[in-house]
Protein backbone atom coordinates (compact mmCIF):
# COMPACT_ATOMS: atom_id res chain seq x y z
CA UNK A 1 0.00 0.00 0.00
CA UNK A 2 1.56 3.13 -0.86
CA UNK A 3 1.59 5.84 1.73
CA UNK A 4 -1.20 7.95 0.39
CA UNK A 5 -3.65 4.59 0.64
CA UNK A 6 -2.43 4.66 4.57
CA UNK A 7 -3.02 7.79 5.15
CA UNK A 8 -6.51 7.09 3.11
CA UNK A 9 -6.61 4.18 5.85
CA UNK A 10 -5.80 6.26 9.00
CA UNK A 11 -8.35 8.84 7.99
CA UNK A 12 -10.84 6.11 7.63
CA UNK A 13 -10.20 4.62 11.13
CA UNK A 14 -9.44 7.74 12.59
CA UNK A 15 -13.19 8.61 11.42
CA UNK A 16 -14.51 5.77 13.10
CA UNK A 17 -12.75 6.52 16.25
CA UNK A 18 -14.52 10.13 16.26
CA UNK A 19 -17.54 8.47 15.74
CA UNK A 20 -17.48 6.11 18.27
CA UNK A 21 -16.05 9.07 20.88
CA UNK A 22 -18.94 11.27 19.82
CA UNK A 23 -21.62 8.54 21.03
CA UNK A 24 -19.84 7.63 24.26
CA UNK A 25 -17.42 10.59 25.70
CA UNK A 26 -14.52 9.94 27.66
CA UNK A 27 -14.63 8.16 30.82
CA UNK A 28 -15.11 4.54 30.01
CA UNK A 29 -13.16 1.70 30.14
CA UNK A 30 -10.62 1.03 27.37
CA UNK A 31 -12.08 -2.32 26.89
CA UNK A 32 -15.61 -0.56 26.02
CA UNK A 33 -14.05 1.86 23.62
CA UNK A 34 -11.85 -0.97 21.87
CA UNK A 35 -15.64 -3.14 21.53
CA UNK A 36 -17.61 -0.20 20.51
CA UNK A 37 -14.97 0.64 17.49
CA UNK A 38 -14.56 -2.85 16.37
CA UNK A 39 -18.65 -2.32 15.78
CA UNK A 40 -17.92 0.86 13.94
CA UNK A 41 -15.02 -0.83 12.19
CA UNK A 42 -17.32 -3.51 10.81
CA UNK A 43 -20.20 -0.82 9.46
CA UNK A 44 -17.47 0.69 7.58
CA UNK A 45 -16.38 -2.29 5.70
CA UNK A 46 -13.14 -2.58 7.49
CA UNK A 47 -11.54 -5.81 8.03
CA UNK A 48 -10.03 -5.95 11.56
CA UNK A 49 -8.49 -8.62 13.91
CA UNK A 50 -9.20 -8.19 17.89
CA UNK A 51 -6.64 -8.76 20.22
CA UNK A 52 -3.98 -10.06 17.72
CA UNK A 53 -1.25 -12.05 20.18
CA UNK A 54 2.52 -10.92 19.50
CA UNK A 55 5.45 -12.77 20.26
CA UNK A 56 8.82 -11.53 21.05
CA UNK A 57 11.86 -12.31 19.12
CA UNK A 58 14.29 -13.60 21.49
CA UNK A 59 18.03 -15.06 20.48
CA UNK A 60 16.40 -16.23 17.30
CA UNK A 61 13.61 -17.74 19.26
CA UNK A 62 9.68 -17.00 19.05
CA UNK A 63 8.77 -16.42 22.90
CA UNK A 64 5.38 -15.99 24.04
CA UNK A 65 5.32 -13.42 26.56
CA UNK A 66 1.45 -12.66 26.39
CA UNK A 67 1.38 -9.60 24.66
CA UNK A 68 -1.77 -8.65 22.01
CA UNK A 69 -2.15 -5.36 19.41
CA UNK A 70 -5.69 -3.85 20.45
CA UNK A 71 -6.39 -3.91 16.79
CA UNK A 72 -4.99 -4.69 13.26
CA UNK A 73 -6.82 -2.99 10.40
CA UNK A 74 -6.75 -4.90 7.02
CA UNK A 75 -3.07 -5.99 8.30
CA UNK A 76 -1.48 -2.87 7.42
CA UNK A 77 -2.74 -0.58 10.46
CA UNK A 78 -1.61 -1.32 14.11
CA UNK A 79 -4.27 0.32 17.06
CA UNK A 80 -3.17 0.74 20.51
CA UNK A 81 -6.13 2.21 22.13
CA UNK A 82 -5.64 3.91 25.70
CA UNK A 83 -8.32 5.72 28.03
CA UNK A 84 -5.70 7.13 30.63
CA UNK A 85 -5.69 11.02 31.80
CA UNK A 86 -3.00 11.89 29.52
CA UNK A 87 -0.52 9.47 27.06
CA UNK A 88 2.80 9.47 27.94
CA UNK A 89 6.51 8.86 26.09
CA UNK A 90 6.15 5.21 26.88
CA UNK A 91 2.89 4.40 25.43
CA UNK A 92 4.20 5.94 22.20
CA UNK A 93 7.32 4.06 22.61
CA UNK A 94 4.77 1.04 23.51
CA UNK A 95 3.47 1.54 19.90
CA UNK A 96 6.84 1.64 18.34
CA UNK A 97 8.29 -1.70 20.01
CA UNK A 98 4.35 -3.23 18.49
CA UNK A 99 5.09 -2.01 15.01
CA UNK A 100 8.37 -3.30 14.97
CA UNK A 101 7.73 -6.51 16.15
CA UNK A 102 4.75 -6.61 14.10
CA UNK A 103 6.38 -6.23 10.91
CA UNK A 104 3.27 -3.37 9.92
CA UNK A 105 5.01 -0.06 9.15
CA UNK A 106 1.69 2.01 10.80
CA UNK A 107 0.09 2.72 13.88
CA UNK A 108 -2.23 5.15 15.63
CA UNK A 109 -2.03 5.80 19.29
CA UNK A 110 -6.12 6.43 20.17
CA UNK A 111 -6.46 7.99 23.67
CA UNK A 112 -10.53 7.98 24.19
CA UNK A 113 -9.95 10.04 27.64
CA UNK A 114 -9.84 13.61 26.01
CA UNK A 115 -12.64 16.02 25.61
CA UNK A 116 -11.39 16.35 21.99
CA UNK A 117 -10.96 13.16 20.03
CA UNK A 118 -7.76 14.70 17.57
CA UNK A 119 -6.44 15.62 20.62
CA UNK A 120 -5.86 11.92 22.06
CA UNK A 121 -4.53 10.43 18.70
CA UNK A 122 -0.74 9.85 18.01
CA UNK A 123 0.17 8.64 14.50
CA UNK A 124 3.61 6.75 13.87
CA UNK A 125 5.18 5.65 10.66
CA UNK A 126 8.17 3.24 11.12
CA UNK A 127 10.73 2.62 8.40
Known sequence: MTDSGQDDLSRR???????????????????????????????????FRRQVPISIKYRGEAVDAGYFLDLVVEDKLVLELKAVERTLPVHIAQLHTYLRLSGIRTGLLINFNVTKLTDGITRRVVG
Open 13 to 47: VIGCAIEVHKALGPGLLESAYEACLAAELNHAGLR
